[in-house]
């Protein structure tokens, strides 16, 4: 039998597919996993319409076309909802007409966690037509919908800006008060099962973006440091207070001491408050509106999280990313990669 090699050379569509796969053995439970199985609603665009929008339809279709992706989600989502001429005036857009089509998911989510008032309609478009992960450069196949960032699964999973936080982190890690936190965009969580260990949730929970609420804290301390300086000084007045509860009542078993909580205990990819705010979102072209998912590489199917990112199962590949990835790696041989100076030493 003839040994599979390839060359680091560029590669044709039908190489790339035999050195990649497209879909993993497991499941990973993230958001678009659990919203409810919703049917397409059929637009009949061709009915005559009884109804009109008032002022609005003096306007002309191309000013139209251009103020409506302007809107965030959820107003265009009730705005949608008015009449049927809203309803076909909205699906006519070409850019929500995209996002039903190829990311339904992506728009599903965000409305069902109600991070719709903080991504207008071209946000998302833009975000689903970039290929990459805006944190590290890799194939993105996830929507973080708090943010509405593209982000691959080892960003999400591992870097500490996708895990979300409670109100009372926010309040503790970044010196904000009750009431400034409730103000921070946030979202409310599905019910579900999460992560690919099946985590279960039953209960909404109000989650906040990290970086949103560091900004926050900056903004009200007028610096990094001065709110670092706020919190330690918080956190040493609560150890005071703590010791004298004790001088006070040393035979008082009920005496609480104060919390060394920082933050979310980080599971990193155990953790399921990372999956809650991440859909699975395929990449759209924008020019041929084709969509693509990106492929696994064979040569790297048995290397785990712990192993080198470069080479990690988890990574996505494009033809022309998996390209740089073999010249990185080397060619694939027996379903592993050859570094380029092994294969010259076997010569």
């Not at 990459?132 to 591992?158: A, N, S, W």
């Not at 008082?252 to 001491?257: E, F, G, I, V």
Request: charged letters at 20%.
């Amino acid at each position: 039998m003839e040994e599979q090699q390839h060359s680091t050379a560029g590669l044709n569509t039908s190489q790339f597919h035999a050195l990649t796969y497209p879909r993993l053995q497991l499941t990973d439970n993230t958001l678009d996993d659990n919203l409810p199985i919703q049917p397409k609603c059929h637009i009949e665009t061709h009915t005559s319409l009884t109804v009109d929008l008032g002022s609005l339809d003096i306007l002309p279709q191309e000013l139209l076309d251009y103020i409506l992706p302007q809107l965030d989600l959820r107003t265009l989502t009730d705005f949608r909802r008015v009449n049927r001429r809203a309803f076909q005036l909205v699906a006519s857009l070409p850019q929500y007409k995209a996002i039903n089509t190829h990311a339904r998911d992506a728009l599903r989510g965000i409305l069902a966690t109600g991070t719709g008032r903080s991504i207008t309609c071209e946000t998302l478009y833009s975000t689903i037509c970039i290929a990459e992960c805006e944190q590290c450069g890799d194939f993105g196949g996830y929507l973080y919908i708090l943010t509405c960032k593209r982000v691959c699964y080892l960003c999400f999973t591992l870097d500490r800006a996708y895990l979300p936080l409670f109100y009372t982190q926010v309040i503790r890690k970044f010196g904000l008060s009750r009431q400034m936190a409730e103000t921070l965009p946030q979202m409310k969580s599905i019910p579900g099962i999460y992560t690919p260990h099946e985590s279960k949730y039953r209960e909404r929970l109000a989650l906040v973006d990290v970086n949103v609420a560091r900004r926050a804290g900056i903004a009200l301390h007028g610096s990094a440091a001065a709110m670092e300086k706020y919190k330690s000084d918080m956190a040493s007045q609560k150890i005071l207070e703590y010791k004298n509860q004790l001088l006070q009542q040393s035979t008082d078993l009920s005496a609480t001491p104060p919390s060394q909580y920082e933050g979310p205990f980080d599971r990193q990819c155990r953790d399921p408050f990372r999956y809650m705010a991440t859909v699975r979102t395929p990449w759209l072209k924008r020019i041929s509106q084709q969509v693509e998912l990106g492929s696994y590489c064979t040569g790297c199917v048995k290397n785990n999280l712990s192993g080198p990112r470069h080479m990690n199962s988890r990574r996505k590949f494009t033809i022309g990313s998996f390209n740089e990835h073999l010249r990185q790696c080397g060619s694939i041989k027996n379903g592993k990669h050859q570094p380029e100076h092994e294969s010259t030493v076997a010569q």
